[in-house]
């Protein structure tokens, strides 16, 4: 399987791309952003692309994971929506096949009414429109990072320093909320590979794949 990573130096990205560096399925990764991620691996291409929002079209691949993404908190509903919806859709239509396998990460609460959810939940609408082989949305609650990964966000990285101590009794009281980093990697390529039963997927079905 020959992949497309949109996000890879993300928290979320970090984990996927190690997983699919990992797994003997995954035999192609092109990574694609704003920025490389300083990693060298047999399987790995990547491709920076300064402005996501005009890209050249991207084929020969089998499934798109895309990771990326930013934090609403002090931003307005439009440079939010630039970033969160804009950008995911040129991605999605510079790779979209009828072959293509298109996982989005999105958020749980994303059917909520504040400003984010709306702007995620528009973007999964879109992306299950388009003509692809299959489009799954996956919405995690709680991550762990794991494997030494950390957030490129200043406020993430205080709250994963803050709550690590309680993370094994956040995962005994809300196993149905709380994945990892690894576990949506590895879900990610079992569900591009395999299909999943529900095109959107909350953590506990993230787990379960």
Same mark, same amino acid.
């Given at each position: 399987?020959?992949?497309?990573? &949109?996000?890879? $130096?993300?928290?979320?990205?970090?984990?996927?791309?190690?997983?699919?560096?990992?797994?003997?399925?995954?035999?192609?990764?092109? $990574?694609?952003?704003?920025?490389?991620?300083?990693?060298?691996?047999?399987?790995?291409?990547?491709?920076?692309?300064?402005?996501?929002?005009?890209?050249?079209?991207?084929?020969?691949?089998?499934?798109?994971?895309?990771?990326?993404?930013?934090?609403?908190?002090?931003?307005?509903?439009?440079?939010?929506?630039? %970033?969160?919806?804009?950008?995911?859709?040129?991605?999605?239509?510079?790779?979209?096949?009828?072959?293509?396998? &298109?996982?989005?990460?999105?958020?749980?609460?994303?059917?909520?009414?504040?400003?984010?959810?709306?702007?995620?939940?528009?973007?999964?609408?879109?992306?299950?429109?388009?003509?692809?082989?299959?489009?799954?949305? &996956?919405?995690?609650?709680? %991550?762990?990072?794991?494997?030494?990964?950390?957030?490129?966000?200043?406020?993430?990285?205080? &709250?994963?320093?803050?709550?690590?101590?309680?993370?094994?009794?956040?995962?005994?009281?809300?196993?149905?909320?709380?994945?990892?980093?690894?576990?949506?990697?590895?879900?990610?390529?079992?569900?591009?590979?395999?299909?999943?039963?529900?095109?959107?997927?909350?953590?506990?079905?993230?787990?379960?794949?």
């Amino acid at each position: 399987m020959k992949v497309i990573l &949109f996000g890879a $130096t993300g928290m979320v990205g970090q984990g996927v791309l190690r997983e699919c560096l990992l797994d003997p399925r995954v035999t192609d990764v092109l $990574t694609v952003g704003r920025a490389a991620t300083g990693q060298t691996h047999a399987k790995l291409r990547e491709r920076v692309e300064p402005d996501l929002l005009h890209l050249a079209p991207i084929a020969g691949y089998d499934a798109c994971f895309f990771c990326l993404g930013v934090t609403s908190s002090g931003m307005t509903e439009a440079d939010y929506r630039r %970033i969160t919806y804009d950008v995911t859709l040129a991605a999605a239509n510079a790779v979209v096949s009828p072959a293509m396998t &298109f996982i989005f990460v999105s958020g749980a609460g994303t059917d909520g009414r504040a400003m984010w959810a709306r702007v995620k939940k528009a973007a999964e609408d879109a992306l299950l429109r388009m003509p692809f082989k299959a489009a799954y949305m &996956f919405r995690p609650a709680i %991550i762990r990072p794991m494997h030494g990964i950390k957030s490129k966000t200043t406020s993430y990285r205080l &709250f994963y320093a803050l709550a690590a101590p309680l993370m094994p009794l956040l995962v005994r009281m809300l196993p149905r909320y709380v994945t990892t980093t690894e576990q949506i990697g590895r879900a990610m390529i079992n569900v591009a590979a395999n299909g999943y039963p529900k095109h959107v997927l909350e953590s506990e079905d993230i787990n379960r794949c």
